[in-house]
């Protein structure tokens, strides 16, 4: 069964950074895609990026393009997500998922497997 659980949440000033990480178990991973989203307050869950596995091809949303970066472990079933310059519109639960499928896809029903989550608040 796969799991996956989320790390590195916190409150951070505005312009700050943090590292999310997700460690993944349960499965090989090899040809999996992993994918952050996150979810505010209010609103639906946004696609914030995605990194296939094997080759490592990455992609982000729109509103955090240049300033996050999806990264995967050498050697360790963990995925990273680095956010510089944060802004207090970044605050949200964030949450790791994974799709056996290696395609990076951008919607929640892409994926089949999610983390519990991991708050980051954003103060201005």
């Known amino acids: 069964q796969v799991q996956l659980v989320e790390s590195g949440g916190g409150l951070v000033q505005a312009g700050g950074s943090l590292r999310l990480s997700c460690a993944a178990s349960?499965?090989?991973?090899?040809?999996?895609?992993m994918g952050w989203f996150r979810q505010a307050p209010g609103k639906e869950r946004e696609f914030v990026a995605a990194?296939?596995?094997?080759?490592?091809?990455?992609l982000y949303g729109d509103s955090v393009k240049g300033r996050f970066t999806i990264s995967r472990g050498n050697g360790k079933n963990t995925v990273y997500l680095q956010m510089n310059s944060l802004k207090p519109e970044d605050a949200a639960v964030y949450y790791c998922?994974?799709?056996?499928?290696?395609?990076?896809?951008?919607?929640?029903?892409?994926?089949?497997?999610w983390g519990q989550g991991t708050q980051v608040t954003v103060s201005s």
């Open positions: 998922a994974a799709d056996s499928r290696a395609l990076l896809l951008t919607t929640t029903t892409g994926y089949a497997y």
């Open positions: 349960g499965h090989t991973f090899s040809t999996y895609t």
């Open positions: 990194i296939s596995w094997i080759g490592g091809n990455a």
